[in-house]
RNA sequence: GCCGCGUUGGUCAAGGGGUUAAGACGCCUCCCUUUCACGGAGGAAUCACGGGUUCGAUUCCCGUACGUGGUACCA
């Protein structure tokens, strides 16, 4: 196991887009891959099924582009055994499943969908309100085993529809090690006879991954904590298949749960508390409904990857902040907790809002852009001056316009309660008059304006306090913003005059 | 119901037989700033419960409770 190469698999469900849970088990499964110098194989699931009826494919790369993961050639791979697509494999997955049925591993069955329901009804009891097709079971129902072999290759020769089911053996343990979880025990008598080839032929989860992981060459299967009861089907599949030796490490990883109630996170709970719960907005086939994404939202994806890889695991330092690089450096399947994170939203952004802190105004550029409405008609050296000037109160990148937009429009309303509060002749004529200054004078930067407006505090002997916050709110709307003298220094004299003026007719 | 997995402040968590049980988010107080933030200094708040084992258990074992997942021709 130690010198075979290693190779991880990323098989994000078809049933919706990406969620976090999903970007959080791909993140693990590249940062074990890029530190151990190994291969990550993206295995998408098309299922065919009309209910899936979108394609994951397209999302799930637009996904990594943003994450800027899609571009790792050294360990993205598709390459030496693919197909990658599931509905491009089916024909692949028969073949072993009829060699279980020679061994004796696995059966035909013929039971309808009606039949399986009436067989749960007949053996519901209070102990028991979900029985199984089983040990306890199987011989009543309709399947090789009860028929015989050879009625059964007459039926299905006949074109009568069938399953391939796994036929479990009773009184053992399955025993195999969990990379976070240790050595799990499992009774096969609590196991049922799984289907492993439907009637449409495609193979079930449980068959296709046991078959392309082999395959596939896969060493290290991460995966949601939800597999860990279907994992002892999975590994007897292995033993069955012949494939013992090949038996992957298994690593289960804790839920992320919703932040009030119980239960695991889901794409309501977003809409629901305000937060996404998506990598990028998400728009769901079937009811057209958007759900919004975290990169929409304003979070820069380093920020987004390094806040979902501590929920679940900690890099044992006190440092919370890292880049991918640092993350993949530290990376180890050891530190990944076993129990389930309850998502928080707050320290989500506290996370976006340190990566913001962290990068100078350059590199926030063409994030910042996407999310600053006039960016284009703006020259590039202003909007790095207003960047680095509004960076430090922002937390997600929507708010840098909300942050800075007086710096290029005037401010649509202003907070008029702040601004009558305490408002007298003293202080409008103290407008008044610093209005008729600013045009003699010569202000070219923030403190000059300083020093205009304090020489008049001093000359007409007025509070600064009380003549501050009206400016303030003049000129930016509100109770807000940088320094104000930044402010009118950046948008000069003749917007300085016009806003105050402005604000002086409507008090 | 049965089976699996889990449980350190409100949340994320470090630690792991002897500790004043780290740190972060959030919350509160103060300082800075006559705005909002940033920053700084403090504060409140935790080992689910019951039994063992042990000189000593938050840490190991067993139960219980609670949570969570599975129990589909879904993944």
Redesign the pocket.
Known sequence: MSNKEIRVRF?????GGLHIGGVRTLLYNYLFAKKNKGKLILRI?D?D?TR?VFNAEEYIYDCLKWCNIEADEGVIQGGDYGPYK?SERKEIYLPYALDLVEKGHAYY?????E??AEM?EKFK?????????DANTRMQMKNSLTLGIEESLKKIKAGE???I?ALIPQNETVIFE?A????????TN???D??L????G?????M??VVDDYLMKISHIMR????????PLHVLLWKQLGWEADLPTFA?L??I???D????LSKRDGDRLGFPVFAMDWKDANSGEIVKGFKEMGFLPEAFLNLLA???????????IYSMKEMTELFSLD?I????????Y?????FN??HI?NMTAQELLPFVKNFYPIADTIKENDLLWVIDTVK????LLTEFWE?SFFFFEDPESLDMD?LKKGWNEEKELFFKTWIEEIKKQDLNNPDSWKDSFENL?KEKAI????V??PL?VML?G???????FDITSFIGKEKTMKRIEKALTAL
């Open positions: 098989a994000p469900s078809p049933t699931e299922t099924q899936f599931q069955a013929f039971d309808t969908v039949e399986l749960r009891t209070k102990e028991n309100p979900s029985p199984q097709y529809d069938y399953v089911r969990d976070v979880r240790g050595t799990i025990h499992h009774d609590t196991l049922d799984k289907v080839i439907k009637t449409d495609m193979p079930t989860y449980h296709a991954v949601g904590e939800e597999w860990l009861p279907s994992t289960h804790p839920l749960l919703k932040p109630g119980n239960g695991k501590f929920l679940g695991w900690s890099s044992g330092e006190e440092r919370e530190r907790h076993k129990g389930g994170a309850k998502f928080d707050e320290k989500a952004k506290w809002e340190q802190k430090e109160r922002c937390q942050q702040s505090i509070k600064k306090g009380a501050m916050m303030r930016v509100g109770k807000f913003g940088p320094g104000i």
